[in-house]
């Protein structure tokens, strides 16, 4: 993802996101330096990744893919890549939190291999509270 692409895949936040993230916490994401991965169609945008490298440790800080190319393999791709590439710079190990109710995202991790660690009660507040499923892959 480059500056040029915030805007696009922003859109794509805000729609597949029920508690999105600011516009501000998704440029200053990008400003701090955090790594992320596009997948494009048609030099279009349908799905983004967002990671974070602390020593040996990848953390997955947000993952989505337009609803209409949902269930077609996109996810897939921007999670091999994430994989491969955290590898490439150094890390052992993925993590990642969920929602407890957002069992598509838990499925799509789980056929990846992530394990579940741990339950945080009441993690998310806010008009959609929700605990989180801590969740961990070695590499
Ligand atoms: C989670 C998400 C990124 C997956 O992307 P995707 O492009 O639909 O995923 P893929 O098509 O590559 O699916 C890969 C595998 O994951 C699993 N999977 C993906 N979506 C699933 C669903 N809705 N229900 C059950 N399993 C699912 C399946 O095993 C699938 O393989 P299959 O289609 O051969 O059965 C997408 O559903 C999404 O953007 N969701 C909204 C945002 C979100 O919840 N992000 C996670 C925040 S923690």
Redesign the pocket.
């Known amino acids: 993802m480059d500056y040029s692409n915030l805007e696009e895949a922003y859109k794509?936040e805000l729609e597949?996101?029920p508690a999105p993230w600011s516009k501000d916490n998704f440029f200053s994401s990008f400003e701090v330096g955090h790594n992320s991965i596009v997948?494009k169609k048609d030099h279009k945008i349908i799905?983004f990744?967002i990671f974070s490298l602390i020593q040996n440790e990848s953390h997955?800080l947000?993952?989505?893919?337009?609803?209409k190319?949902?269930?077609?393999?996109?996810?897939?791709?921007?999670?091999n890549a994430f994989i491969k590439q955290s590898k490439v710079l150094g890390a052992r190990k993925i993590f990642?939190?969920?929602?407890s109710k957002?069992?598509?995202?838990i499925?799509?991790?789980?056929?990846?291999n992530f394990m579940k660690d741990a339950i945080r009660s009441n993690y998310y507040t806010g008009s959609n509270p929700d605990d989180a499923v801590l969740m961990s892959l070695d590499i």
């Open positions: 794509i597949t996101n997948c799905g990744l997955l947000n993952i989505a893919v337009l609803e190319w949902q269930r077609k393999g996109s996810g897939k791709m921007l999670m990642l939190e969920v929602r957002n069992t598509n995202a499925n799509f991790y789980s056929k990846f």
